[in-house]
Every structure is written in structure tokens, then in C-alpha cells.
């Protein structure tokens, strides 16, 4: 969160993935699906502010987990296989 220079490049990765939903959309699609973490207000906001005005309906879906299990489970097989802990003790 701390990372200002990271933060903005993946808000930059984010508005062209969207754009790029967009125009697909425009040219094939009828239904997009946009997998991001979108939980904050804010980036909900700019999601809205960019659909909305080319006429598209947007819902919001929201998956909640708060099984200790499920969460450990995904943590051991999604964060720990992950290039970013390469070399970095699972513990």
C-alpha cells in the first residue's frame, strides 16, 4: 500500500485492461467480466465513471470467505507459488 510508484502502475494496468474490455465489447461482446480487486469505493467509482457512459450495466459481485481453512489453503497454494516469495520461507 506503501508504494505510490506501484499503485499507479497497476491503476494504469487497470484502465487499459477496462478499455480493452470496452472495445471488445463494442466490436463482439454482449457480457465482460472484469476480475480486479475492486472493494474499495473509489475504484468502484472509477469503474462506474468509465462504464456507465458507454451504456453498459454494471453489477458488482462480491465473494466472502472467512473459513480459516479455505483462507490458509489459498495462502499456502496461491501466495507461496507466487514469483514474488521465490527463496522466502513459507513460515
Given at each position: 500500500?506503501g508504494?505510490n510508484?506501484?499503485?499507479?502502475?497497476r491503476?494504469?494496468?487497470?484502465?487499459?485492461a477496462?478499455?480493452?474490455?470496452?472495445n471488445w465489447?463494442?466490436a463482439?461482446?454482449r457480457?465482460?467480466?472484469f476480475d480486479?480487486?475492486?472493494?474499495t469505493?473509489e475504484?468502484?467509482?472509477?469503474?462506474?465513471?468509465r462504464?456507465?457512459?458507454e451504456?453498459f450495466s454494471?453489477i458488482?459481485?462480491?465473494?466472502i470467505?472467512?473459513?480459516p481453512?479455505?483462507?490458509?489453503t489459498?495462502?499456502?497454494e496461491?501466495?507461496?507459488?507466487?514469483?514474488?516469495?521465490?527463496?522466502v520461507?513459507p513460515?
Amino acid at each position: 500500500p506503501g508504494n505510490n510508484e506501484g499503485n499507479l502502475a497497476r491503476s494504469h494496468m487497470a484502465i487499459a485492461a477496462m478499455d480493452d474490455l470496452i472495445n471488445w465489447l463494442h466490436a463482439h461482446g454482449r457480457v465482460g467480466v472484469f476480475d480486479a480487486t475492486n472493494t474499495t469505493k473509489e475504484r468502484r467509482e472509477i469503474l462506474l465513471n468509465r462504464l456507465k457512459p458507454e451504456g453498459f450495466s454494471v453489477i458488482f459481485i462480491e465473494s466472502i470467505c472467512d473459513s480459516p481453512e479455505v483462507i490458509a489453503t489459498n495462502i499456502r497454494e496461491v501466495k507461496t507459488s507466487s514469483p514474488d516469495y521465490v527463496g522466502v520461507d513459507p513460515e
